[in-house]
Nanobody, 124 residues
């Protein structure tokens, strides 16, 4: 079993930055694909970004391209989401997810392991 724990969320003004962390524990595999999703009140869960644990391949949603950067530190079993130029519409619960697949997925069904999430609130 894989356990994921997010941290780094908080309250920030529009235009500011935050860095989210997702720490993985349990049976971690270097080839696991890691993803970030977010869910705002009244909206469905939305794909944000994903990265292959070993291959370094990334994919970002159009809504965050140029503003968010996903990265990982395998030595620390941690995935990061650097969020710059934050907007009020970025306000959501951000969740980390993991899949044993060697490919990158953008749907919730692709990822069997999920963290509880960390809240990001961007004020105008």
């Amino acid at each position: 079993q894989v356990q994921l724990a997010e941290s780094g969320g908080g309250l920030v003004q529009a235009g500011g930055s935050l860095r989210l962390s997702c720490a993985a524990s349990g049976r971690t595999v270097s080839s696991y694909t890691m993803g970030w999703f977010r869910q705002a009140p009244g909206k469905e869960r939305e794909f944000v970004a994903a990265i292959n644990w070993s291959g370094g391949t990334t994919y970002d949603a159009d809504s965050v391209k140029g503003r968010f950067t996903i990265s990982r530190d395998n030595a620390k079993n941690t995935v990061y989401l650097q969020m710059d130029s934050l907007r009020p519409e970025d306000t959501a619960l951000y969740c980390c997810a993991a899949s044993a697949s060697r490919f990158i997925g953008t749907t919730t069904a692709f990822y069997p392991y999920w963290g509880q999430g960390t809240q990001v609130t961007v004020s105008s």
